[in-house]
């Protein structure tokens, strides 16, 4: 049996892989700085699983995290997934300076690419937070990124996101924005549920459930729309005894999570950002 040909889709996962004790664990005012959980296992079953479904994804990751763990980077990359950059810090971008600003989105690129040897197309904010469009998308120009995935556009989050401006699709910078930018760089926005326009992504996805879950992808696909929707891999991990959490982090992660994703990937053809956007094809 051929399951691309049985496939309900194409959806884009993206992993965005950054350090347990990094703010990414949310605001929290405690970081879970006692972390002492691996992530290296985890990655290699999720790589694992990737393989068996001959999927592939976009690992968005935290350029620091190579110096912590050389080898980890290498591996991804090796298995013909994409990496792009999801900063070099992970701190918020809102709360920077340019100068800081610059160095979190040049720094991390450099850092990739002389990793992996190849070039790094994309960024992804750290919370989605980003400070000024111009200033962030001019910076991403300089650094020669072809998109972003920095914006959704879901109902306003309070102090997090959303901005139902933003095109559901994919689009150019330069014909949404009225600021000089290079023609070709594009936002790939975090996917919404077209009717109540809430993520399904991470928290969301664990939260909500997988019904919410399967009629958001399935929905956005009747609308033309490859679905783009993120995980981290401590949500891989169970984390029900990790106390300084807040529960939105620890509901259903661990196995729950992992099945789904099992499910999605055997369900749907699974591709990374660079592949839906065809940018290898359009290189000049
Ligand atoms: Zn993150």
Same mark, same amino acid.
């Given at each position: 049996?051929?399951?691309?040909?049985?496939?309900?889709?194409?959806?884009?996962l993206t992993v965005d892989l950054e350090f347990l004790n990094q703010k990414s664990l949310s605001e929290s005012k405690t970081k879970a700085e006692s972390f002492d959980l691996d992530q290296d296992e985890i990655v290699e079953n999720l790589l694992s699983l990737l393989d068996e479904t001959d999927s592939k994804v976009?690992? &968005?990751v935290v350029a620091s995290l190579v110096e912590e763990n050389?080898?980890?980077?290498?591996?991804?990359? $090796? /298995?013909g997934h994409e990496i792009a950059s999801h900063a070099l810090t992970h701190k918020n971008l809102r709360e920077m300076t340019k100068e800081e600003m610059r160095d979190e989105i040049g720094e991390s690129k450099r850092i990739l690419e002389e990793k992996i040897n190849e070039e790094v197309l994309g960024f992804r904010a750290p919370g989605l937070k980003i400070l000024g469009d111009k200033v962030f998308y001019q910076l991403l120009d300089e650094f020669n990124y072809k998109y972003?995935?920095?914006?959704?556009?879901?109902?306003p989050i309070p102090g997090w996101y959303g901005d139902l401006s933003i095109p559901m699709k994919p689009f150019r910078i330069s014909e949404f924005y009225d600021f000089e930018v290079d023609n070709r760089i594009f936002e790939?926005?975090?996917?919404?549920?077209?009717?109540?326009?809430?993520? &399904?992504?991470?928290n969301w996805l664990r939260l909500l459930g997988h019904n919410y879950f399967y009629w958001s992808l $399935? /929905?956005?696909i009747e609308k033309d729309i490859i679905p783009v929707f993120y995980i981290h891999p401590w949500e891989l991990m169970d984390l029900s005894a990790v106390s300084n959490l807040p529960i939105r982090n620890k509901i259903r992660s661990g196995t729950w999570l992992f099945n789904k994703i099992r499910k999605v990937c055997e369900r749907y053809e699974i591709d990374s950002v660079r592949n839906i956007l065809d940018i290898n094809k359009n290189k000049d």
């Open positions: 049996m051929n399951r691309r040909n049985n496939s309900k889709g194409k959806v884009c976009t690992f &968005f050389p080898g980890l980077v290498e591996r991804i990359s $090796d /298995k972003s995935s920095s914006k959704i556009p879901s109902l790939v926005p975090v996917s919404v549920n077209p009717f109540l326009r809430l993520p &399904f992504s991470g $399935d /929905k956005l």
